[in-house]
Protein backbone atom coordinates (compact mmCIF):
# COMPACT_ATOMS: atom_id res chain seq x y z
CA UNK A 1 0.00 0.00 0.00
CA UNK A 2 2.96 2.63 0.86
CA UNK A 3 4.26 1.81 -2.56
CA UNK A 4 0.77 2.47 -4.31
CA UNK A 5 0.37 6.12 -2.02
CA UNK A 6 4.02 6.73 -3.54
CA UNK A 7 3.08 5.93 -6.89
CA UNK A 8 0.20 8.12 -6.94
CA UNK A 9 2.02 11.16 -5.16
CA UNK A 10 4.48 11.04 -8.16
CA UNK A 11 2.09 10.79 -10.64
CA UNK A 12 1.46 13.52 -13.42
CA UNK A 13 -1.82 14.83 -12.26
CA UNK A 14 -2.05 17.48 -14.62
CA UNK A 15 -2.60 14.97 -17.52
CA UNK A 16 -4.72 12.69 -15.65
CA UNK A 17 -7.18 15.53 -13.96
CA UNK A 18 -6.86 17.43 -18.29
CA UNK A 19 -7.63 14.05 -19.39
CA UNK A 20 -10.79 13.52 -17.54
CA UNK A 21 -12.14 16.74 -17.73
CA UNK A 22 -11.80 16.43 -21.76
CA UNK A 23 -13.49 12.91 -21.36
CA UNK A 24 -16.55 14.50 -19.38
CA UNK A 25 -16.71 17.37 -21.98
CA UNK A 26 -17.07 15.03 -24.76
CA UNK A 27 -19.96 12.92 -22.55
CA UNK A 28 -21.61 16.21 -22.26
CA UNK A 29 -21.69 16.85 -25.77
CA UNK A 30 -22.67 13.01 -26.42
CA UNK A 31 -25.26 13.44 -23.96
CA UNK A 32 -26.76 16.56 -25.64
CA UNK A 33 -26.83 14.88 -29.26
CA UNK A 34 -28.05 11.82 -27.62
CA UNK A 35 -31.23 13.98 -26.62
CA UNK A 36 -31.57 15.40 -30.16
CA UNK A 37 -30.96 11.81 -31.81
CA UNK A 38 -33.53 10.26 -29.23
CA UNK A 39 -30.89 7.56 -28.76
CA UNK A 40 -28.74 7.20 -26.00
CA UNK A 41 -26.48 3.95 -26.84
CA UNK A 42 -23.35 5.84 -27.91
CA UNK A 43 -23.57 7.91 -24.97
CA UNK A 44 -24.09 4.67 -23.01
CA UNK A 45 -20.98 2.98 -24.48
CA UNK A 46 -18.82 5.53 -24.40
CA UNK A 47 -19.19 5.78 -20.52
CA UNK A 48 -18.09 2.04 -20.51
CA UNK A 49 -15.34 2.84 -22.97
CA UNK A 50 -13.90 5.53 -21.08
CA UNK A 51 -14.09 3.72 -17.47
CA UNK A 52 -12.10 1.05 -19.18
CA UNK A 53 -10.08 3.18 -20.63
CA UNK A 54 -9.05 5.12 -17.74
CA UNK A 55 -8.94 1.29 -15.72
CA UNK A 56 -5.90 0.69 -17.95
CA UNK A 57 -4.33 4.43 -18.20
CA UNK A 58 -3.93 3.71 -14.30
CA UNK A 59 -2.60 -0.03 -14.61
CA UNK A 60 -0.31 0.91 -16.91
CA UNK A 61 0.98 3.82 -15.28
CA UNK A 62 2.58 0.71 -12.61
CA UNK A 63 4.18 -1.28 -15.60
CA UNK A 64 7.65 -1.19 -16.56
CA UNK A 65 7.81 0.72 -19.46
CA UNK A 66 11.38 -0.85 -20.19
CA UNK A 67 9.54 -3.86 -21.00
CA UNK A 68 8.47 -2.29 -24.22
CA UNK A 69 12.42 -1.08 -24.60
CA UNK A 70 13.82 -4.88 -23.88
CA UNK A 71 11.09 -7.25 -26.05
CA UNK A 72 11.40 -6.16 -29.74
CA UNK A 73 10.06 -9.28 -30.64
CA UNK A 74 6.89 -9.16 -28.97
CA UNK A 75 6.37 -5.14 -30.67
CA UNK A 76 7.35 -6.77 -33.72
CA UNK A 77 4.50 -9.73 -33.37
CA UNK A 78 1.78 -7.65 -32.42
CA UNK A 79 2.75 -5.21 -35.38
CA UNK A 80 2.58 -8.21 -37.52
CA UNK A 81 -0.76 -8.87 -36.15
CA UNK A 82 -2.06 -5.37 -36.24
CA UNK A 83 -1.01 -5.08 -40.24
CA UNK A 84 -3.39 -8.34 -40.80
CA UNK A 85 -5.95 -7.07 -39.07
CA UNK A 86 -5.87 -4.09 -41.10
CA UNK A 87 -5.68 -7.21 -44.19
CA UNK A 88 -8.61 -8.87 -42.74
CA UNK A 89 -10.93 -5.66 -43.29
CA UNK A 90 -10.78 -5.91 -46.42
CA UNK A 91 -12.60 -9.14 -46.37
CA UNK A 92 -14.35 -9.20 -43.23
CA UNK A 93 -15.17 -5.57 -42.20
CA UNK A 94 -18.96 -4.35 -43.27
CA UNK A 95 -19.09 -1.27 -44.78
CA UNK A 96 -19.90 1.69 -43.39
CA UNK A 97 -20.40 5.09 -44.84
CA UNK A 98 -17.93 3.79 -48.07
CA UNK A 99 -15.26 2.63 -45.80
CA UNK A 100 -14.19 -0.65 -44.71
CA UNK A 101 -12.40 -0.03 -41.39
CA UNK A 102 -14.76 -1.29 -38.14
CA UNK A 103 -15.13 -4.82 -37.63
CA UNK A 104 -18.63 -5.13 -35.77
CA UNK A 105 -18.53 -7.70 -32.65
CA UNK A 106 -22.30 -7.17 -31.78
CA UNK A 107 -23.25 -3.43 -30.68
CA UNK A 108 -19.20 -2.88 -30.80
CA UNK A 109 -17.34 -1.92 -33.47
CA UNK A 110 -13.38 -2.47 -33.47
CA UNK A 111 -10.98 0.26 -35.44
CA UNK A 112 -7.61 -2.12 -35.79
CA UNK A 113 -6.09 1.32 -37.01
CA UNK A 114 -6.70 2.87 -33.40
CA UNK A 115 -4.23 0.37 -31.76
CA UNK A 116 -1.91 0.02 -34.81
CA UNK A 117 -1.00 3.68 -33.96
CA UNK A 118 0.51 3.10 -30.69
CA UNK A 119 2.51 0.00 -31.54
CA UNK A 120 4.13 2.54 -34.25
CA UNK A 121 5.27 4.84 -31.92
CA UNK A 122 6.68 1.97 -30.00
CA UNK A 123 8.13 0.36 -32.97
CA UNK A 124 9.77 3.97 -34.13
CA UNK A 125 10.74 4.63 -30.89
CA UNK A 126 12.68 1.57 -30.81
CA UNK A 127 13.86 1.67 -33.91
CA UNK A 128 15.11 5.22 -34.08
CA UNK A 129 16.39 4.63 -30.80
CA UNK A 130 19.27 2.33 -31.49
CA UNK A 131 20.23 3.80 -34.75
CA UNK A 132 20.18 7.26 -33.69
CA UNK A 133 24.09 7.83 -34.16
CA UNK A 134 23.26 7.03 -38.30
CA UNK A 135 19.57 8.18 -38.13
CA UNK A 136 20.43 9.92 -41.30
CA UNK A 137 21.53 6.98 -43.53
CA UNK A 138 19.09 6.32 -46.64
CA UNK A 139 18.44 2.33 -45.24
CA UNK A 140 17.18 3.46 -42.03
CA UNK A 141 15.19 6.05 -43.21
CA UNK A 142 13.94 3.49 -46.06
CA UNK A 143 13.16 0.27 -43.69
CA UNK A 144 11.39 2.73 -41.26
CA UNK A 145 8.83 3.95 -43.54
CA UNK A 146 8.47 1.01 -44.87
CA UNK A 147 7.08 0.00 -41.45
CA UNK A 148 4.69 2.98 -42.19
CA UNK A 149 3.85 2.25 -45.67
CA UNK A 150 2.47 -1.04 -45.27
CA UNK A 151 -0.13 -0.42 -43.16
CA UNK A 152 -0.66 2.66 -45.02
CA UNK A 153 -1.66 0.78 -48.13
CA UNK A 154 -4.45 -1.32 -46.45
CA UNK A 155 -5.81 1.64 -44.46
CA UNK A 156 -5.90 3.45 -48.33
CA UNK A 157 -7.61 0.33 -49.73
CA UNK A 158 -10.56 0.70 -47.20
CA UNK A 159 -10.43 3.45 -48.02
CA UNK A 160 -9.63 5.66 -44.98
CA UNK A 161 -7.29 9.26 -46.47
CA UNK A 162 -7.48 10.50 -43.23
CA UNK A 163 -5.71 7.97 -41.69
CA UNK A 164 -3.12 7.16 -43.93
CA UNK A 165 -2.11 11.09 -43.68
CA UNK A 166 -2.14 10.59 -39.52
CA UNK A 167 0.69 7.85 -39.95
CA UNK A 168 2.91 9.55 -42.15
CA UNK A 169 2.75 12.73 -40.29
CA UNK A 170 3.64 10.89 -37.31
CA UNK A 171 6.63 9.39 -38.87
CA UNK A 172 7.73 12.74 -40.33
CA UNK A 173 8.15 14.31 -37.50
CA UNK A 174 9.30 11.25 -35.31
CA UNK A 175 12.10 11.47 -37.77
CA UNK A 176 12.41 14.98 -37.02
CA UNK A 177 13.00 14.55 -33.73
CA UNK A 178 15.27 11.62 -34.09
CA UNK A 179 17.42 13.86 -35.86
CA UNK A 180 17.22 12.96 -39.86
CA UNK A 181 18.77 16.05 -41.55
CA UNK A 182 17.12 18.90 -43.43
CA UNK A 183 18.05 17.83 -46.45
CA UNK A 184 16.79 14.05 -46.37
CA UNK A 185 13.65 15.36 -44.92
CA UNK A 186 12.93 17.62 -47.98
CA UNK A 187 13.57 14.94 -50.32
CA UNK A 188 10.89 13.29 -48.52
CA UNK A 189 8.43 15.66 -48.48
CA UNK A 190 8.90 16.23 -52.49
CA UNK A 191 8.18 12.08 -52.86
CA UNK A 192 5.29 12.63 -50.83
CA UNK A 193 4.10 15.36 -53.13
CA UNK A 194 4.47 13.56 -56.41
CA UNK A 195 3.02 10.37 -54.77
CA UNK A 196 -0.22 12.23 -53.58
CA UNK A 197 0.34 13.27 -57.53
CA UNK A 198 0.02 10.18 -58.61
CA UNK A 199 -2.15 9.24 -56.04
CA UNK A 200 -4.91 11.74 -57.49
CA UNK A 201 -4.91 10.95 -60.77
CA UNK A 202 -4.91 6.78 -60.62
CA UNK A 203 -6.31 5.58 -56.71
CA UNK A 204 -8.78 8.24 -55.06
CA UNK A 205 -11.93 7.58 -55.18
CA UNK A 206 -14.39 10.38 -56.36
CA UNK A 207 -15.65 11.29 -53.18
CA UNK A 208 -12.18 11.71 -51.81
CA UNK A 209 -11.63 14.42 -54.70
CA UNK A 210 -15.39 15.78 -54.48
CA UNK A 211 -13.91 16.80 -50.90
CA UNK A 212 -10.85 17.79 -51.79
CA UNK A 213 -12.23 19.66 -55.21
CA UNK A 214 -14.81 21.30 -52.77
CA UNK A 215 -12.60 22.33 -50.27
CA UNK A 216 -10.63 24.56 -53.03
CA UNK A 217 -13.43 25.69 -54.76
CA UNK A 218 -16.01 26.77 -52.16
CA UNK A 219 -18.91 25.71 -54.18
CA UNK A 220 -21.92 23.03 -53.55
CA UNK A 221 -23.02 24.49 -50.49
CA UNK A 222 -25.79 21.76 -50.59
CA UNK A 223 -23.94 18.93 -52.04
CA UNK A 224 -19.99 18.29 -51.19
CA UNK A 225 -19.55 21.33 -48.94
CA UNK A 226 -22.52 20.89 -46.57
CA UNK A 227 -21.02 19.55 -43.93
CA UNK A 228 -18.68 22.35 -43.90
CA UNK A 229 -21.20 24.89 -43.90
CA UNK A 230 -23.15 23.42 -41.61
CA UNK A 231 -19.78 23.27 -39.34
CA UNK A 232 -19.44 27.06 -39.94
CA UNK A 233 -22.54 27.70 -38.39
CA UNK A 234 -22.83 25.92 -35.59
CA UNK A 235 -19.31 27.69 -34.63
CA UNK A 236 -20.78 30.87 -35.19
CA UNK A 237 -23.63 30.92 -33.63
CA UNK A 238 -22.17 29.79 -30.58
CA UNK A 239 -20.51 33.27 -29.91
CA UNK A 240 -18.93 33.97 -26.63
CA UNK A 241 -20.87 31.53 -24.14
CA UNK A 242 -22.73 29.48 -26.42
CA UNK A 243 -26.43 28.89 -27.03
CA UNK A 244 -26.53 26.52 -23.57
CA UNK A 245 -25.93 23.31 -23.08
CA UNK A 246 -29.07 21.02 -24.86
CA UNK A 247 -29.89 24.13 -26.72
CA UNK A 248 -27.38 24.12 -29.53
CA UNK A 249 -29.83 24.28 -32.56
CA UNK A 250 -27.50 23.01 -35.36
CA UNK A 251 -27.07 20.15 -33.20
CA UNK A 252 -30.40 19.29 -31.77
CA UNK A 253 -32.28 19.47 -35.28
CA UNK A 254 -29.90 17.45 -36.79
CA UNK A 255 -27.98 20.04 -39.46
CA UNK A 256 -24.44 19.51 -37.93
CA UNK A 257 -23.67 16.04 -39.40
CA UNK A 258 -21.54 13.30 -37.37
CA UNK A 259 -21.89 15.61 -34.59
CA UNK A 260 -20.87 12.36 -32.12
CA UNK A 261 -17.42 12.34 -34.27
CA UNK A 262 -15.94 14.41 -36.97
CA UNK A 263 -17.96 17.21 -36.18
CA UNK A 264 -17.97 17.46 -32.01
CA UNK A 265 -15.54 20.29 -32.04
CA UNK A 266 -18.57 22.70 -33.57
CA UNK A 267 -21.27 20.97 -31.62
CA UNK A 268 -19.45 22.02 -28.10
CA UNK A 269 -18.53 25.75 -29.88
CA UNK A 270 -22.38 25.76 -30.21
CA UNK A 271 -23.16 24.88 -27.08
CA UNK A 272 -20.33 26.52 -24.98
CA UNK A 273 -19.13 29.18 -26.77
CA UNK A 274 -15.79 30.50 -27.38
CA UNK A 275 -15.67 30.00 -24.02
CA UNK A 276 -15.93 26.43 -23.73
CA UNK A 277 -13.72 25.87 -26.72
CA UNK A 278 -10.93 27.83 -24.88
CA UNK A 279 -11.01 25.85 -22.25
CA UNK A 280 -11.14 23.12 -24.55
CA UNK A 281 -7.71 23.89 -26.18
CA UNK A 282 -5.88 25.05 -22.51
CA UNK A 283 -6.91 21.37 -21.45
CA UNK A 284 -5.19 19.65 -24.78
CA UNK A 285 -2.48 22.18 -24.24
CA UNK A 286 -1.33 21.61 -20.97
CA UNK A 287 -1.23 17.75 -21.96
CA UNK A 288 0.90 18.12 -24.49
CA UNK A 289 3.25 20.26 -22.66
CA UNK A 290 3.22 17.93 -20.11
CA UNK A 291 4.47 15.46 -22.03
CA UNK A 292 6.86 17.39 -24.47
CA UNK A 293 8.50 17.89 -20.38
CA UNK A 294 8.86 14.56 -19.57
CA UNK A 295 10.72 14.01 -23.11
CA UNK A 296 12.96 16.59 -22.52
CA UNK A 297 13.79 15.32 -19.11
CA UNK A 298 14.32 11.47 -20.42
CA UNK A 299 17.43 10.62 -20.70
CA UNK A 300 17.31 8.05 -22.76
CA UNK A 301 16.61 8.04 -26.17
CA UNK A 302 13.40 5.21 -25.96
CA UNK A 303 11.55 7.34 -23.40
CA UNK A 304 12.25 10.45 -25.42
CA UNK A 305 10.92 9.36 -28.61
CA UNK A 306 7.77 7.37 -27.15
CA UNK A 307 6.89 10.63 -25.45
CA UNK A 308 7.46 12.90 -28.49
CA UNK A 309 5.41 10.73 -30.63
CA UNK A 310 2.89 10.23 -28.82
CA UNK A 311 2.61 14.16 -28.39
CA UNK A 312 2.75 14.31 -32.13
CA UNK A 313 0.09 12.19 -32.88
CA UNK A 314 -2.15 14.17 -30.18
CA UNK A 315 -1.00 17.16 -32.19
CA UNK A 316 -2.15 15.78 -35.12
CA UNK A 317 -5.31 14.74 -34.44
CA UNK A 318 -6.42 17.81 -32.84
CA UNK A 319 -5.07 20.21 -35.60
CA UNK A 320 -6.62 18.16 -38.27
CA UNK A 321 -9.64 18.14 -36.56
CA UNK A 322 -10.29 21.83 -35.57
CA UNK A 323 -9.36 22.64 -39.10
CA UNK A 324 -11.84 20.14 -40.29
CA UNK A 325 -14.49 22.00 -38.22
CA UNK A 326 -13.07 25.51 -39.53
CA UNK A 327 -13.12 25.29 -43.10
CA UNK A 328 -9.26 25.31 -43.34
CA UNK A 329 -8.68 21.63 -44.19
CA UNK A 330 -10.81 19.27 -45.90
CA UNK A 331 -12.67 16.87 -44.22
CA UNK A 332 -10.96 13.38 -43.89
CA UNK A 333 -12.66 12.29 -41.07
CA UNK A 334 -10.66 12.40 -38.49
CA UNK A 335 -11.90 12.29 -34.37
CA UNK A 336 -10.83 14.98 -31.50
CA UNK A 337 -8.63 13.05 -29.01
CA UNK A 338 -10.28 11.85 -26.02
CA UNK A 339 -13.64 13.93 -27.17
CA UNK A 340 -15.29 12.11 -30.16
CA UNK A 341 -17.13 8.70 -29.76
CA UNK A 342 -15.15 5.87 -30.14
CA UNK A 343 -14.03 3.03 -27.95
CA UNK A 344 -10.73 2.37 -29.85
CA UNK A 345 -9.52 5.81 -30.43
CA UNK A 346 -10.38 6.83 -26.41
CA UNK A 347 -8.57 3.25 -25.19
CA UNK A 348 -5.65 3.55 -27.29
CA UNK A 349 -4.89 7.29 -26.06
CA UNK A 350 -5.41 6.32 -22.65
CA UNK A 351 -3.10 3.43 -23.37
CA UNK A 352 -0.53 5.89 -24.46
CA UNK A 353 -0.98 8.50 -21.47
CA UNK A 354 -0.21 5.22 -19.52
CA UNK A 355 2.74 4.48 -20.34
CA UNK A 356 3.93 7.68 -20.77
CA UNK A 357 3.28 8.28 -16.29
CA UNK A 358 5.03 5.10 -16.36
CA UNK A 359 7.73 6.64 -17.58
CA UNK A 360 7.71 9.94 -15.45
CA UNK A 361 7.35 7.61 -12.70
CA UNK A 362 10.33 5.18 -13.03
CA UNK A 363 12.74 7.84 -14.98
CA UNK A 364 11.99 10.96 -12.78
CA UNK A 365 12.32 9.32 -9.61
CA UNK A 366 14.53 6.94 -9.81
CA UNK A 367 18.30 7.65 -9.81
CA UNK A 368 20.12 4.04 -11.31
CA UNK A 369 20.44 4.14 -15.03
CA UNK A 370 17.74 3.25 -17.61
Not at 3 to 29: E, K, M
Amino acid sequence: MRNIALHFRRFDWPILICTVLLISIGLLSLYSSSIGKGDFLNFQKQVIFASIGLLLMLSISFMDWRVLKNEPHLIFILYIIGCLSLLGLLFFAPEIRAVKGWYKVGPISINPIEFLKIILIILLAKYFSMRHIEVYRIRHILFSGLYIAIPSVFIFLQPDLGQVVILIAMWLAMLLVSGVKIRFFLLLILCLVLISIISWSFFLQDYQKERISSFITFDEPLGANWSKVQAKIAIGSGGLFGQGFLHGSQTQYGFLPESQTDFIFSAIAEEFGLVGISVLLILFFVILWRIIKIALNSETNFPRLFCSGMALLLFSQIFIHIGMNLGILPIIGIPLPLVSYGGSSLIVNLIGLGIIQSIRYRILFHSFDY
